[in-house]
């Protein structure tokens, strides 16, 4: 068995009265250790798909397992420390928390992973990881202060400080420049061959596909086209 | 990692708010509950002044000391239930000083350890009328009577009904005012908190010291309307913080819901509220706590305001259970907020 897999997912919303089906069946295995992305018209379902596969809301009808264990079936404290431990996000936009620095950012999410490192080896792989994304020059920086893409590579460093076995993106880089898009996503691709880790990631745009490895594109719910390269 | 006073430090001023609101509050409650106890011991320290115990008046008497009268007979029974017993009786008057002023006063006469001892002829005052220029040796007088009394010397804090008391021989007393009963017995016991655990006694009815306090008719009115008051601030300052920090909260909800997605418990959010609302009030009670001992010994003498350690320290642990608890309530949505929401809110 892989290390992940959806089967069968169903949502629907209920808008009022009427219920809208937007995820209508989806089945994906991810590619261990390789970055799948997810694309797709605007409303085809792919942040829904995205969040439901990272157990920030619930599918309406199918499954999704990690490591053999079935996360659709799991209570929300289960569920919660695999998000804390195993996985890592980063959203559209950074979503850092203003009144840390930089360097407090990582620490906070080795703290809430319950990081097993003493605080000197946290600390070393801290910085290690800042300047992996080449933030280290930064680290005492409130995030007021950074550009959006200081924000956007914090927010990578701080999604795989804690080594999680699956990182899951959505848009990282549509609030960045086409040159620092293509830097975030090297950045990920470098991370994601160093630390083994498993990415699923959103995206609309093109340019991100050469980085890679295995394409689905979806439309109205369904998938059309998956494409492992 | 210490989230709380992280936060506090890059939000100085939005915590200073709270924190100088939380200040003047419960300096305002320190200063009336000063007022409430100060008032208190002006009105009745010379019953407040007694040990935990136990009195009797006439059940006849309707709770009003100045209609009980206990007879030699009724006395003698108590004396031989408890040898310790003190009987007293007090009679509000006036006299007349060596100026010529007329002055209200209590006068008490009583046969027991608990008061001053006056010889025949004697009067010792509360020492408030000392310093209104009354001297030992001076004679005071009544219009009433036909014999006059000399200053012996003086008792601190010791009035009844806001007027100084004056401690007169029985003897004395029994020919000034034309009796020969006393009004009320005591009988000290420390371990009695209610009068219903008292010896009884045929035609007595007993009173714990708080419930012959409020026989007392002024002194309930007081300290009614003064702790309504503290009351009331201490109910106002538990909806401060929940205002407060249900402001502070919903401004914080996306990052809580963040927070929440990466896989931080709930509980450790609201470990982070609660020790932000630790802090400020520690901080801020502290510094009225302070002031408020500087304003006792600053006061000007006749003010009556008497404020203990005890009394602060008490109240200020009110206001963090209260405080807790309005913060808490207020924290009830952090619980609520779903990862989702937060999520979604950063992309609009
Ligand atoms: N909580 C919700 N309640 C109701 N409808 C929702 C909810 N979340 C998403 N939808 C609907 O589901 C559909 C798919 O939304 P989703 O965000 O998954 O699309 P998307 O593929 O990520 O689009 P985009 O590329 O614009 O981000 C949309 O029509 C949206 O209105
Ligand atoms: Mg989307």
């Known amino acids: 068995m ?91 936009s950074a979503h850092l928390v203003p009144f840390l620095t930089v360097e407090e950012q990582l620490a906070l999410m080795l703290e809430t992973a319950e990081s097993s490192l003493s605080k000197q080896e946290q600390k070393k792989e801290i910085r290690q990881v800042l300047e992996l994304v080449d933030m280290w020059k930064r680290k005492d920086a409130y995030p ?21 076995k699956v990182l899951f993106a959505d848009e990282p880089t549509a609030s960045l420049d086409s040159k620092r898009s293509q830097e975030v996503m090297k950045l990920i691709q470098k991370l994601s061959k160093e630390r083994q880790i498993t990415v699923l990631m959103v995206t609309h745009d093109m340019e991100m596909l050469p980085f890679v490895d295995h394409v689905i594109k979806m439309k109205d719910g369904i998938i059309i086209n998956d494409i492992t390269a | 990692m210490n989230m709380a006073w992280k936060e506090i430090k ?45 009195f009797y008046m006439e059940e006849e008497a309707d709770e009003t000391y100045s209609f009980s009268s206990l007879s030699k007979q009724q006395q003698q029974e108590i004396t031989e239930e408890e040898s310790e017993a003190a009987f007293f009786s007090i009679q509000m008057g006036n006299f007349i000083d060596t100026s010529d002023k007329q002055r209200s006063i209590a006068y008490v006469a009583a046969d027991s350890a608990y008061f001053p001892e006056v010889n025949p002829g004697e009067v010792i005052l509360d020492a408030s009328l000392e310093d209104e220029g009354i001297a030992v040796g001076d004679e005071i007088t009544n219009e009433q009577w036909n014999q006059s009394l000399t200053v012996a010397g003086f008792a601190e804090h010791e009035k009844y009904s806001h007027s100084p008391a004056a401690f007169i021989n029985p003897d004395d007393f029994q020919t000034l005012f034309h009796t020969d009963s006393m009004q ?16 009884i006694f045929e035609g007595l009815q007993a009173f714990s010291n708080n419930e012959f306090l409020n026989t007392i008719p002024s002194y309930n009115a007081e300290q009614m309307s003064l702790n309504m008051i503290v009351i009331f601030l201490l109910v106002i300052s538990g909806m401060l913080f929940a205002i407060f920090f249900y402001m502070i909260n919903v401004q914080k909800l996306g990052i809580y819901g963040i927070l929440k997605a990466i896989g931080m418990k709930t509980g450790a959010l609201f470990q982070m509220m609660w020790a932000q609302m630790f802090l400020i009030s520690a901080f801020s009670l502290i510094l009225s706590i302070l002031i408020s001992q500087v304003f006792q010994s600053l006061a000007p003498s006749g003010m009556p305001f008497h404020l203990t350690w005890q009394a602060t320290g008490l109240l200020s642990l009110v206001f963090i259970i209260i405080g807790f608890i309005g913060a808490t309530l207020s924290g009830i949505q952090i619980k609520r907020v779903e990862p989702m929401q937060a999520i979604q809110q950063g992309e609009m």
């Open chain 2, 10 to 54: 890059k939000n100085k001023l939005r915590y200073t708010i709270l924190g100088s609101i939380v200040f003047l509050i419960s300096l305002l409650t320190f200063i009336i509950s000063g007022l409430a106890n100060g008032l208190s011991q002006d009105n009745a320290s010379l019953i407040k002044n007694l040990p935990n115990g136990i």
């Open chain 2, 184 to 199: 009320i017995a005591f009988i000290a016991d420390s371990a009695i908190q209610n009068a219903d655990d008292a010896p």
């Open chain 1, 2 to 92: 892989s290390l992940f897999t959806i089967k069968h997912v169903r949502k629907t919303f209920a808008h009022g009265e009427v219920k809208e089906e937007i995820l209508k069946g989806i089945d994906v295995t991810l590619s261990e250790g390789k970055i799948t992305a997810l694309t797709g018209a605007s409303g085809s379902g792919k942040s829904t798909l995205l969040t439901i596969a990272a157990g920030l809301q619930t599918a309406s009808d199918g499954q999704i397992f990690f490591e053999q264990q079935e996360l659709t079936s799991m209570r929300k404290e289960e569920l919660r420390q695999i998000r804390a431990k195993q996985f890592g996000f980063i959203f559209q």
């Open chain 1, 144 to 164: 007021p202060s950074l550009s959006g893409g200081e924000k956007q590579r914090v927010a990578v460093a701080r999604a795989i400080i804690h080594s999680p």
